[in-house]
């Protein structure tokens, strides 16, 4: 009798160690299916929304380092965003594939601007579109924006960098006709200061 019940408790050990074994390998499958799953539908660099922030983090950088070395100059000297506002005829240019031409004046290229040359050398062959606003302080003392280069609306992914440019009156060789092309007024006659001129440049993947 003694015998039977060892046999049974030997039997019993057996099932008891095969069901554990399978118990253990189904937990392990499980597990591995979860794993396999999180890592299939983790975010990596060949996703579409971590490729989007990805440009968009490349652009903003190039659009700072553009106006960086347009807004730089030696002491003493005009910068040549300074430059190219204080030139600026008032007139709207959009890239046409070769140059930038007014959107307004037939055959009428925009030339000898520092914006038009880092846009043709930087932004145009990345195939990156790109707008410059150039916003000031109107005489009734209220914010008025005029495209300088527009190439149509910008997408969702756009990235936009600014930067202030300040303008003297002695930076304005005949202020009454800088005032009627750019619409750009003199704040404070009584001082040298001039206008702040804010440079907005929004650059987006075609």
């Not at 440009?55 to 659009?63: F, N, R, V």
């Not at 300088?148 to 960098?161: R, W």
């Not at 202030?164 to 009584?190: C, M, Q, R, W, Y």
Request: aromatic share 6%.
């Amino acid at each position: 009798m003694a015998r039977n019940n060892a046999d049974c408790s030997l039997k019993s050990d057996s099932l008891g160690q095969m069901h554990t074994l399978e118990a253990v390998t189904a937990t392990m499958i499980m597990v591995s299916v979860i794993v396999f799953t999180v890592q299939a539908t983790s975010l990596t660099p060949l996703t579409s929304s971590t490729a989007n922030a990805h440009i968009e983090a490349q652009m903003q950088t190039m659009g700072q380092d553009m106006l960086n070395v347009l807004d730089h100059a030696s002491s003493g000297d005009t910068s040549p965003i300074r430059q190219d506002i204080i030139s600026w005829n008032g007139e709207e240019y959009s890239w046409n594939g070769t140059a930038y031409c007014s959107v307004t004046t037939t055959d009428y290229t925009l030339l000898n601007s520092s914006t038009e040359g880092i846009l043709k050398e930087i932004a145009v062959p990345r195939g990156i579109a790109h707008n410059v606003l150039f916003s000031y302080i109107d005489s009734s003392g209220l914010p008025q924006g005029t495209a300088y280069i527009y190439n149509g609306d910008p997408s969702d992914n756009a990235v936009s960098i600014s930067r202030k440019v300040l303008l003297s009156n002695h930076d304005i060789s005949d202020p009454a006709t800088f005032l009627a092309n750019t619409g750009i007024p003199d704040s404070d006659p009584s001082s040298d200061f001039y206008n702040i001129v804010d440079v907005r440049l929004t650059l987006w993947r075609m």
